[in-house]
């Protein structure tokens, strides 16, 4: 459709407007009347905000001009609603210096305009059907209130904004601009936008920092309290306090019962509001906010109390004003509630920011819910609405809190769903969905059945000195069921320091190796990598002959490896001659190539970043498919390319829930049993005095003399001239040597040659040297398993979980062992002494948790909230965590792509990027 304006103006169907040629105004988001249009005119700043861009560069500020009065600057605003008579009265736009350009023809309304006209007649009909001062916009058009002068720095006055057509959808309003409020205008609304509030959603997310004891006035008022009251206006009354701003006092006269006498006696509350601006400072405005509160009117107060110097009068700066249609209302607004005290934000007081959120909150109804109501009744929680309802309004503290688990529970049910919902995303067909839901259902579901296992995988299994633990068999047996699934595996594997993950490791590696795939094991350090790959090679050779000769070649891969092996290895790695490679970073770099890499085990994963797992992603290896049976297609096209299995090693306990929260998108095994015949390891935190000191050496010296080995850890190197009180690996050698004499020392730390390092704990093993003095590199993964004592020096500069993890380097073989926290000072003995009581991981991570956050527990340094969730608390909130899991998985069950929960599409791709959902 296109309609003629005047002889060089025209508006087509997409709502162009072109003028002469080089001129072409977008009136893309643009929808409404040009009453509308002309009443935001006046705030057009540039031709963005206004939803009209001129080309060349130009940015006109178009000036609405009447008929007969062409002079640009006498513009005036439109108070009718009546939008015929408007067009009539301004029926041109000039801009810049163009010349007039008329906006309807001879005698006619453009027809578009028209029917646009007709749907806001409509609206108003509609509109002036409800009695109420504002609707919830959930399912209806509403019309924002005329003038509010609520605020001093929100203050404007109203200005019309254009209401979309259609707002029943709830994914149109949580996401919407706060100018579709009622009663807010569009300067209030930009200033909530740059102040970090550009949508509703953003606004109620703004959460109380605590709640405060709103009391009811009926006892005593003491001074600097939250009280509440009803009382009746006495006097309102608008003033000018200077040439910059204007106040609104009100006093309020309240009866209340005074306790002392049982009498009834009146306070006065003075309420006095600051609007900073000259136009506050004119009369019809001061008149117009002292109106809205008439002598004698009913109202409630409530609101941080300051005596004044007069007896029963009382100052409230920060007030909450709310009329009471009738006296008896009282009765239902003087229940003692929590009073939320919001942070301020961007210099937004926090009085403004609560006002705005009552605002929103009564314009919100149930239907903002996206979250299925079958899940909510299923997982017992709250509607999202009176989650809002409950955390911004609580009547008591326990509604607060059932509105935060509500909360917690989308932040992770999102997260989860998302995650979930990406990953079916990626699969084929629906058998593939189906298997990866029934996997993440069946979580903890183990079956063994070592018959169906790779012969290789079994011979080794046979040739283990020891027995698989419990634990370790049912964690192997979920591996291996993975593997032999046509998706590829994303799995956390969990154990207590010590716990066993090494072989599970070793043995799922075979598993793929044995029927022809490549493994690739990456560990954090090339001391690691050396330890394991010289015990796999030991392993190796107690492996049975009879296995059809078959020994994988297993190849180590680190920093120090000279440039020509590791041209060989590359080679064999890309042929498929080495099996099995392990190694540092080295592993993930882009010129090794896999002929099939099958399994990618990240031991000690979170010393990786994401993006380095990832790079495993990359190297694809072929599989034949499922429907391989297909006769009709050759080799090579019955093949499908598929990501390696990744499993995920970590030796740092984490409650099962912060994993779940953590790594929402894994799979989790954990092993929760040590293998038999470990002995408690007997810790002692002891304070690094002259005393502390003696006590440890005559320890040592018996230890020793039992044919013990010891490891005494250290903090730093070498002696800091800073850090005076630090003992130091290198300064202390010599003296740790004379005073045990006889006995062979070594030392171990990060600036020795990867060469050094391994020689040095060689010897450690073998038993030539006695003591060795290391700094935290022996912290991962190190496995001397007579080693029986352990010392640690100014031990409460390590963390919790690194005490314990270090800890873990004694006490992995039948000898009973012991170790020692030595403190720097006494203050500091406390924590340490947590650790005398309990060696289990997984109750010391909950501990720290519970003291910390999990931002220690994961060697961040902040505490309390992880950043990605702010309400939970995961030391407190691991149930939601559980049920958001389960709750994920059961929306992803009932329908795969969403299709059946569009309201669910729409706010996962509100809180994900658009890629993610496919969108
Ligand atoms: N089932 C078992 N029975 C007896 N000993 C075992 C068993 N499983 C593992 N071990 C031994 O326990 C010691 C620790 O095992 P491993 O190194 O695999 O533990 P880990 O969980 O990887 O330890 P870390 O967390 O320190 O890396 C090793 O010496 C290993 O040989």
Same mark, same amino acid.
């Given at each position: 459709?296109?309609?003629?304006?005047?002889?060089?103006?025209?508006?087509?169907?997409?709502?162009?407007?072109?003028?002469?040629?080089?001129?072409?105004?977008?009136?893309?988001?643009?929808?409404?009347?040009?009453?509308?249009?002309?009443?935001?005119?006046? &705030?057009?700043?540039?031709?963005?905000?206004?939803?009209? +861009?001129?080309?060349?560069?130009?940015?006109?500020?178009?000036?609405?001009?009447?008929?007969?009065?062409?002079?640009?600057?006498?513009?005036?605003?439109?108070?009718?609603?009546?939008?015929?008579?408007?067009?009539?009265?301004?029926?041109?736009?000039?801009?810049?210096?163009?010349?007039?350009?008329?906006?309807?023809?001879?005698?006619?309304?453009?027809?578009?305009?028209?029917?646009?006209?007709?749907?806001?007649?409509?609206?108003?009909?509609?509109?002036?059907?409800?009695?109420?001062?504002?609707?919830?916009?959930?399912?209806?058009?509403?019309?924002?209130?005329?003038?509010?002068?609520?605020?001093?720095?929100?203050?404007?006055?109203?200005?019309?904004?254009?209401?979309?057509?259609?707002?029943?959808?709830?994914?149109?309003?949580?996401?919407?601009?706060?100018?579709?409020?009622?009663?807010?205008?569009?300067?209030?609304?930009?200033?909530?936008?740059?102040?970090?509030?550009?949508?509703?959603?953003?606004?109620?997310?703004?959460?109380? +920092?605590?709640?405060?004891?709103?009391?009811?006035?009926?006892?005593?008022?003491?001074?600097? &309290?939250?009280?509440?009251?009803?009382?009746?206006?006495?006097?309102?009354?608008?003033?000018?306090?200077?040439?910059?701003?204007?106040?609104?006092?009100?006093?309020?006269?309240?009866?209340?019962?005074?306790?002392?006498?049982?009498?009834?006696?009146?306070?006065?509350?003075?309420?006095?509001?600051?609007?900073?601006?000259?136009?506050?400072?004119?009369?019809?405005?001061?008149?117009?906010?002292?109106?809205?509160?008439?002598?004698?009117? &009913?109202?409630?107060?409530?609101?941080?109390?300051?005596?004044?110097?007069?007896?029963? &009068?009382?100052?409230?700066?920060?007030?909450?004003?709310?009329?009471?249609?009738?006296?008896?209302?009282?009765?239902?607004?003087?229940?003692?509630?929590?009073?939320?005290?919001?942070?301020?934000?961007?210099?937004?007081?926090?009085?403004?920011?609560?006002?705005?959120?009552?605002?929103?909150?009564?314009?919100?109804?149930?239907?903002?819910?996206?979250?299925?109501?079958?899940?909510?009744?299923?997982?017992?929680?709250?509607?999202?609405?009176?989650?809002?309802?409950?955390?911004?309004?609580?009547?008591?503290?326990?509604?607060?809190?059932?509105?935060? +688990?509500?909360?917690?529970?989308?932040?992770?049910?999102?997260?989860?769903?998302?995650?979930?919902?990406q990953m079916?995303?990626a699969l084929g067909?629906?058998?593939?969905?189906?298997?990866?839901?029934?996997?993440? +259902?069946?979580?903890?579901?183990?079956?063994?059945?070592?018959?169906?296992w790779d012969p290789l995988t079994r011979n080794l299994l046979?040739s283990l000195?020891?027995?698989?633990?419990?634990?370790?068999?049912?964690a192997l047996?979920e591996i291996i069921l993975d593997l032999k699934r046509p998706i590829p595996m994303n799995r956390l594997l969990q154990g207590?320091?010590?716990?066993g993950k090494t072989v599970v490791a070793f043995l799922s590696c075979m598993e793929v190796v044995g029927s022809g795939f490549q493994a690739a094991l990456m560990v954090p350090t090339e001391l690691l990598a050396i330890q394991h790959y010289q015990e796999l090679n030991s392993l190796f050779e107690q492996l049975d002959s009879g296995n059809e000769g078959f020994k994988p070649k297993i190849a180590l891969l680190t920093g120090s490896t000279s440039t020509r092996e590791r041209r060989l290895i590359l080679k064999g790695l890309q042929s498929g001659d080495i099996s099995m490679v392990i190694g540092t970073h080295s592993l993930i770099s882009e010129k090794i190539e896999f002929r099939s890499l099958k399994i990618a085990v990240i031991d000690e994963q979170h010393r990786f970043g994401v993006v380095q797992r990832g790079r495993f992603n990359s190297k694809l290896f072929s599989r034949l498919r499922d429907?391989s049976?297909?006769?009709?297609l050759n080799d090579d096209e019955n093949k499908a390319f598929m990501a390696p299995h990744i499993l995920a090693i970590s030796a740092t306990?984490?409650?099962?829930?912060?994993?779940?929260?953590?790594y929402?998108d894994m799979s989790?095994t954990?092993?929760?049993?040590?293998?038999?015949?470990?002995?408690?390891?007997?810790?002692?935190?002891?304070?690094?005095?002259?005393?502390?000191?003696?006590?440890?050496?005559?320890?040592?010296?018996?230890?020793?003399?039992?044919?013990?080995?010891?490891?005494?850890?250290?903090?730093?190197?070498?002696?800091?001239?800073?850090?005076?009180?630090?003992?130091?690996?290198?300064?202390?050698?010599?003296?740790?040597?004379?005073?045990?004499?006889?006995?062979?020392?070594?030392?171990l730390h990060g600036r020795m040659k990867a060469e050094e390092k391994e020689e040095a704990l060689r010897k450690f093993r073998d038993?030539?040297?006695?003591?060795?003095?290391?700094t935290q590199v022996i912290e991962i993964g190190v496995d001397v398993?007579?080693?029986?004592?352990?010392?640690?020096?100014?031990?409460?500069?390590?963390?919790?979980?690194?005490?314990?993890?270090?800890?873990?380097?004694?006490?992995?073989?039948?000898?009973?062992?012991?170790?020692?926290?030595?403190?720097?000072?006494?203050?500091?003995?406390?924590?340490?002494?947590?650790?005398?009581?309990?060696?289990?991981?997984?109750?010391?991570?909950?501990?720290?948790?519970?003291?910390?956050?999990?931002?220690?527990?994961?060697g961040?340094?902040?505490?309390?909230?992880?950043?990605?969730?702010?309400?939970?608390?995961?030391?407190?909130?691991?149930?939601?965590?559980?049920?958001?899991?389960?709750?994920?998985?059961?929306?992803?069950?009932?329908?795969?792509?969403?299709?059946?929960?569009?309201?669910?599409?729409?706010?996962?791709?509100?809180?994900?990027?658009?890629?993610?959902?496919?969108?």
């Open positions: 459709m296109s309609v003629e304006l005047d002889s060089l103006c025209k508006i087509s169907s997409s709502r162009t407007m072109r003028y002469s040629g080089n001129l072409r105004l977008n009136l893309l988001n643009w929808w409404a009347p040009p009453s509308r249009f002309i009443l935001r005119h006046k &705030h057009v700043t540039s031709a963005n905000e206004l939803p009209l +861009r001129a080309l060349n560069g130009v940015n006109p500020v178009p000036f609405l001009v009447d008929d007969d009065d062409p002079n640009p600057n006498s513009i005036n605003l439109l108070k009718e609603t009546n939008f015929k008579l408007k067009c009539d009265k301004f029926p041109c736009i000039k801009i810049g210096d163009s010349p007039l350009i008329k906006l309807y023809g001879e005698g006619d309304t453009i027809p578009y305009l028209d029917s646009e006209l007709k749907q806001l007649e409509e609206f108003e009909k509609v509109d002036k059907k409800f009695p109420e001062p504002w609707h919830a916009i959930g399912s209806t058009l509403v019309k924002p209130e005329p003038p509010s002068f609520k605020e001093e720095n929100l203050e404007e006055k109203f200005v019309e904004e254009p209401l979309p057509n259609n707002i029943a959808h709830w994914e149109s309003i949580l996401d919407r601009s706060l100018k579709f409020l009622p009663d807010t205008t569009s300067r209030q609304a930009n200033l909530l936008e740059k102040s970090g509030f550009p949508t509703i959603r953003k606004l109620l997310n703004h959460f109380p +920092r605590t709640y405060a004891d709103l009391q009811n006035a009926q006892g005593a008022i003491e001074d600097g &309290h939250y009280f509440m009251f009803v009382g009746k206006v006495i006097s309102s009354k608008g003033t000018r306090g200077g040439a910059q701003f204007g106040i609104l006092q009100v006093l309020v006269g309240c009866e209340i019962q005074n306790v002392d006498s049982n009498e009834n006696k009146t306070v006065y509350l003075h309420l006095k509001r600051f609007y900073r601006g000259r136009r506050f400072t004119y009369k019809s405005f001061l008149d117009m906010i002292a109106s809205k509160y008439k002598e004698g009117d &009913h109202v409630y107060v409530s609101g941080k109390v300051k005596k004044m110097t007069t007896e029963n &009068h009382y100052e409230i700066a920060q007030f909450n004003i709310d009329m009471l249609e009738k006296e008896e209302e009282k009765y239902a607004h003087l229940e003692r509630k929590p009073c939320p005290v919001y942070p301020s934000k961007n210099g937004l007081k926090p009085n403004t920011i609560g006002d705005v959120i009552s605002r929103a909150l009564k314009a919100l109804n149930n239907e903002i819910d996206p979250v299925p109501s079958e899940v909510l009744s299923e997982f017992n929680l709250l509607n999202l609405f009176d989650a809002y309802l409950g955390i911004h309004r609580p009547k008591t503290l326990i509604d607060a809190d059932l509105a935060r +688990r509500r909360l917690i529970f989308d932040e992770f049910f999102y997260l989860q769903l998302g995650r979930l919902f079916l995303e067909t629906n058998l593939e969905r189906e298997e990866l839901l029934a996997r993440y +259902r069946n979580d903890n579901i183990s079956e063994v059945c070592i018959s169906e046979k000195p020891y027995s698989l633990t419990t634990s370790q068999l049912t047996s207590d320091v010590g716990c429907d049976m297909n006769h009709d306990p984490i409650p099962r829930t912060l994993a779940l929260a953590l929402g989790i954990q092993i929760t049993d040590l293998p038999p015949g470990r002995q408690p390891i007997e810790t002692l935190a002891l304070e690094g005095n002259e005393a502390g000191f003696e006590k440890v050496y005559k320890m040592m010296k018996d230890e020793l003399a039992a044919d013990g080995k010891i490891y005494l850890v250290y903090p730093i190197i070498e002696e800091s001239e800073q850090l005076p009180e630090l003992h130091a690996a290198v300064t202390d050698y010599e003296s740790i040597s004379g005073k045990f004499e006889g006995y062979n020392c070594s030392l038993g030539q040297t006695r003591i060795l003095l290391a398993p007579d080693a029986s004592m352990m010392v640690v020096m100014n031990a409460e500069r390590f963390g919790m979980a690194q005490l314990h993890q270090l800890r873990g380097r004694v006490g992995r073989g039948n000898k009973k062992s012991r170790c020692v926290f030595l403190s720097s000072t006494s203050g500091s003995l406390k924590r340490l002494k947590v650790l005398e009581s309990s060696s289990d991981g997984f109750y010391l991570a909950q501990a720290d948790l519970l003291l910390r956050g999990p931002g220690d527990l994961l961040k340094k902040q505490s309390g909230h992880l950043p990605e969730f702010p309400v939970a608390r995961l030391e407190i909130d691991g149930d939601v965590i559980q049920k958001a899991h389960l709750a994920a998985l059961k929306v992803l069950s009932m329908s795969n792509n969403l299709e059946k929960y569009p309201g669910l599409k729409a706010e996962l791709s509100m809180r994900q990027p658009l890629c993610i959902l496919g969108d």
